[in-house]
């Protein structure tokens, strides 16, 4: 089993006195990549480092703005051909890691910047590692992938292999880095992300919402929260949907994370769906929280996740879930959540059409599995995650050091 870091309260010193400061750099994507999960942890551990200035850290956030060279292209991962993501990721990012020489520790967030461990003092860096599809290549597994060159991979993993410590949001992930030998079970650590919504959304936020979505109240609008990437199987999302509009003349597909592929627009066509498909822009926090609330249900159709954010946000929000059968979803969500094979469109359209007749015909049972839902969102809290990566870094550096 992996490391369990340790507890946040472990990191200040036997007679009460605060732990002395360490200044870390928090090496965040750039943010015109445009994936807001890896942009939302390292907002949510700068921000909490510096509400709890008990957790003695003091965080520096490396962020430097991508420099594009190519023009932007349709079929582009976000937008950004990869002629840019390689030059900004593997040497304009890595040119402007000496600014910041004296942190004490060096925290990668996002594992597809694993690469930047080879620049940084041994023993002195840990990398976050959500999934491990940026080394599907390397490992030879037919899906996944980053997409870039195999020599671009290999310095990702050698990446990987020199930080000191390897932090985990699951349980599932950990495993997987071990299975494949990535990383030595030794230096891997779970520490489960956090979530920032909550069940009462800000009224701004719900003007906003009823604004994009119209007044009233929807009662067989599913939402799906992610990207439009393969593993998040919108094939069976689209599918099920079609499945459901049939039952539920006012159903709506309510998406979050970016516009469909041209083969996923083509598939909504044709099984007549399209016009009742919502593709909502990029949404700040508070909206996406009242999203949440207002949405009937959320439905994750992903073959292969790290930890599944939108599934915790959801439970967070006291919006029931339905998932693919999948350990880290399981992990993730417990018995709050409903679970469905992935490859079975009519279980999945039968669960789906089921809670929807639940919330509408049986309003007891489905305030009872909203319950049950807020209860084990509130399991995930940015502010807990804080204070585990605070004691994960003093194992990275445990000598006292004096204030600065």
């Not at 350990?327 to 809670?355: C, I, Q």
Request: aromatic letters at 6%; one cysteine or more; proline letters at 8%.
């Amino acid at each position: 089993m992996p490391l369990q870091v340790e507890a946040p309260e472990q990191v200040t010193h036997e007679a009460g006195r605060a732990a002395p400061r360490a200044r870390v750099a928090v090496l965040a994507d750039m943010l015109e990549e445009q994936w807001p999960s890896m942009d939302l942890v390292a907002d949510s551990l700068v921000r909490e480092f510096r509400r709890q200035p008990e957790l003695g850290i003091e965080p520096l956030l490396v962020r430097p703005p991508l420099i594009r060279v190519s023009a932007p292209w349709r079929g582009a991962p976000h937008g950004v051909p990869t002629p840019d993501r390689v030059l900004n990721r593997f040497w304009l990012y890595r040119r402007s890691l000496p600014r910041w020489s004296d942190a004490d520790v060096f925290h990668v967030v996002d594992h597809s910047y694993a690469h930047l461990a080879n620049h940084l003092p041994p023993g002195r860096c840990v990398v976050t590692c959500h999934d491990i599809d940026a080394f599907a290549s390397h490992l030879g597994h037919a899906s996944g992938g980053s997409g870039l060159p195999a020599f671009l991979v290999r310095r990702l993993v050698t990446g990987l292999r020199r930080a000191a410590l390897v932090a985990c949001p699951s349980e599932s992930t950990a495993e997987a880095l071990a299975a494949s030998g990535l990383v030595p079970r030794p230096r891997l650590v779970i520490v489960r992300n956090g979530v920032d919504i909550g069940p009462m959304p800000q009224p701004r936020a719900i003007e906003l919402t009823q604004h994009l979505l119209g007044a009233g109240t929807h009662l067989a609008d599913v939402l799906h929260v992610g990207s439009a990437i393969p593993r998040k199987r919108l094939d069976i999302l689209i599918e099920l949907f079609a499945g459901v509009a049939r039952e539920f003349p006012d159903a709506r597909l309510l998406r979050v994370g970016g516009v469909f592929t041209a083969a996923q627009e083509r598939l909504a066509t044709q099984l007549g769906v399209r016009h009742r498909i919502m593709v909502l822009p990029s949404l700040d926090r508070d909206t996406l929280a009242a999203l949440y609330n207002r949405a009937a249900l959320l439905v994750a159709t992903s073959e292969r996740e790290g930890f599944g954010l939108p599934v915790a946000e959801a439970l967070a929000a006291g919006t029931p879930v339905i998932a693919t059968d999948l350990p880290v979803f399981r992990e993730v969500a417990g018995s709050a959540a409903s679970y469905v094979p992935l490859e079975d469109r009519g279980a999945w359209t039968a669960r789906v059409v089921s809670h929807l007749t639940e919330r509408r015909e049986r309003p007891d049972l489905w305030s009872r599995r909203r319950s049950a839902a807020r209860e084990r969102g509130a399991a995930f809290s940015w502010a807990r995650h804080a204070g585990e990566m605070a004691a994960l870094y003093r194992r990275v550096l445990p000598a006292p050091r004096d204030n600065r």
